[in-house]
């Protein structure tokens, strides 16, 4: 067995058709490869012929020379007579008692669903087709019936299940050295990593059909595997590689044959053509597209592409009105059978089309919800435009925190599917309009702070040697100043929400300064009684008060020389706060209970959750001691403002978490995607807590899913995997059943298991009892 496709590639050998049917399967393959519809037509009755013509020992093992009629039928769009086709062939497997020949005509039957937009159908289907060919030692067929499943779970928004039936089918294409057939399951895989936005693993699955397609001379897949590096390359920002891919195709004779493949090649240069705002050429490629297609029935996909396309053209162009037009045609087609990604972009058209008409108000909350959907339904892709599209919009109507937060995971989206080079023609577009900096060497994220230019003069800090992991540049300005200061008495008064690292950005003022080598304390003013934090950070004599049985020194005392940390300093009481201005204008302490002062060198930093100025000016806190303390302001803003940083800290929390629970845990993209779209009200204590809680709670080795979060908020609802696989296998079940008209003995046989078996599973799934006839 070849362990990969570049093994089976290197020791390809041709092979000699050593049976009639293989002749008559290869000729079947080359009509429809090089034919036309009449040449496909005759190829097809040729090789049903043939099948006819075989001994009965040897017609199940070739009931692939049988769809070349269902193929044809599909090929010219006559829908009824495909469905007409595949019920005969069900029927007639069951009479002549040809499992083989049943699973043909579901696979058929399947295929017409898929056409009509019936995906879950299509899935009951194709599952029981695929098993019914695993059950009777037909792994070639369960690969074709794979191909088949694949792309109507694909077309149900079920990329999870795509990929694995996809990936069983190219292991067992693997295992029987079938380059042949690992083609088209590359093809299908490729469009489904397209699709969920793994850009490089598309580029990989397209460049295989490519080299397989050239080594085996068939030259409509050559073309579909070029066609689909030149759109992973166009998605990726690449556009002259995708243009000399384009061009290269375009260059094949098979481009020349179908309708189909010529209006794809359009379609891409006028891709090519918006990303680099060459509207005239844009417009000019849509309109031979528009002229193909009005010739071609068939291609619904591509129509509404072209509507998709234009209304993208005219709202770049400044003309609304006809973008909307073309939106709302596009969506009339859509709704009839197109797939979930063509409604998702219609609708993000038309609502910014109608905004631009001044037919609603703001877009934003519409488009959040659509990116929403899309992270939802595993359209990756299509999230990074949407987010994009935010992004944008947020900086024309003047909404800067939108657009940060946005910009952040369009970021985040985009180099992890491989997309950086489109991402920096975005990032260059914003810097031209003034929304980011015209540079950003240090590679850090999010908009310059209000002391950024002073920052600027001062030397970088190396946060991550202090286990401080951002990218944020306001934490990396604050940081500089930070180290300005360190050396030197000033207080600092940090700020922010509970849970942004307040204690870290405390301690690092200590390890900057001289006073490294000494005591950090820390004490949460919030947390203790007027009495007891007087107590704490003065200390008492014995007898003081109830309870003070022996001399206590005081954090004060015991922070001398070193640095005391004043956590939630605003509910600090009236009293403490007169001694603390004492300590910071004399360095003079008094325990509880005594006459005697001491004075201790200590170094205050104070952190705080709520807006002292209003305290000030409520009362509630000395003025004095405010702006005694306010000697540099540190601003720490909370991590729904650096979302950038989300997928840094989760995999930093993760690694220790592995650690402790020897584990070997990894987050995938979808689950920091996820992580990205929650609030964080706990900011960064919150997320460790939900890393550590999921780490404990997931499996020894494997992927985190967001199901393991329990307790996050939007936490999405309970995994239904469970009822899915139920689901087809009762669907597996019931079919087996009504094939075999209710006889259980027989529906096992067919299914591969014992009657006693296929018992317990109807009981089990709850299938009503039929009538047995055993």
Known sequence: MKTNEAELLANYTQAEPATLPEVAWADLQDSFEFKGPLGCKLAAVQAARTWRALPRSLQPDHVRLLSGIWRYHHSTGELSRLCSYAQNLISLGRAKGIPQLQAEGLLAQGLSFITSACPRKAVESLELSKSIFISNGNPKDAIRASILLADAYRISDDRTSALAVLGRARFMCLELEEIALLGPVSQTLGNVNLERGALEEAEHCFEFVRKSSELLGLNKRLLRGTLGLAIVKIRRGLLEEGAAFLKTAQGMPAAAETARERALCLEYCADISLQSQNWIEAIQFLAQMNKILAAVPTCVDLKIELHRKLAEFWICYGDPRRALRHAEKGMVIARNGGEGEDILSLERSELEAKWLLGLSKSPIPDLVQLANLADRRGFKYELILTAARITSLADRMNLPDVAAEWWARVEFLAKSCGAEPLLERWRKERQEKGYLPQTSPDGLDGEPGPNSRLAQELPPVDLSAYNIITRSRQLHEQAASIGQVASTTVPVLIHGESGTGKELFAKLVHDLS?????????????????????????????????????????????????????????????????????????????????????????????????????????????????????????????????????????????????????????????????????????????????????????????????????????????????????????????????????????????????????????????????????
């Open 514 to 774: 001289p006073r490294k080598g000494e005591a950090f304390l820390a004490i949460n003013c919030g947390a203790l009684p007027s009495e007891l934090l007087e107590s704490e950070l003065f200390g008492h004599r014995r007898g003081s008060f109830t309870g003070a049985i022996s001399d206590k020194p005081g954090l004060f005392r015991a922070a001398h020389k070193g640095t005391l940390f004043l956590d939630e300093i605003g509910e600090m009481s009236a009293p403490a706060q007169t001694k603390l201005l004492r300590v910071l204008e004399a360095g003079e302490v008094r325990r509880v209970g005594d006459t005697q002062v001491e004075f201790v060198d200590v170094r205050i930093v104070a952190a705080t959750n709520v807006d002292l100025e209003r305290e000030v000016k409520s009362g509630k806190f000395r003025q004095d001691l405010y702006y005694r303390l306010k000697g540099l302001e540190v601003f720490l803003p909370p991590l729904r403002e650096r979302m950038s940083d989300i997928p840094l800290l989760a995999d930093y929390f993760l690694n220790r978490a592995n650690q402790l629970c020897h584990k070997q845990l990894v987050l995938p993209f979808e689950t920091k995607q996820w992580l990205m779209g929650l609030p964080w009200l706990g900011n960064v204590r919150e997320l460790r807590l939900s890393i550590e809680r999921a780490a404990a709670l997931g499996p020894q080795i494997g992927m985190l899913q967001p199901y393991h979060f329990m307790g996050a908020e939007q936490t999405p609802s309970k995994s239904s995997l469970t009822a899915e696989l139920e689901e087809i296998e009762r669907s597996r079940v019931l079919h087996a059943l009504d094939a075999c008209k209710g006889n259980k003995a027989a529906a096992a046989k067919l299914l591969g298991m014992s009657r006693t078996t296929l018992g317990g599973k109807i009981k089990r799934l709850g299938i009503d009892d039929l009538d047995s006839r055993d």
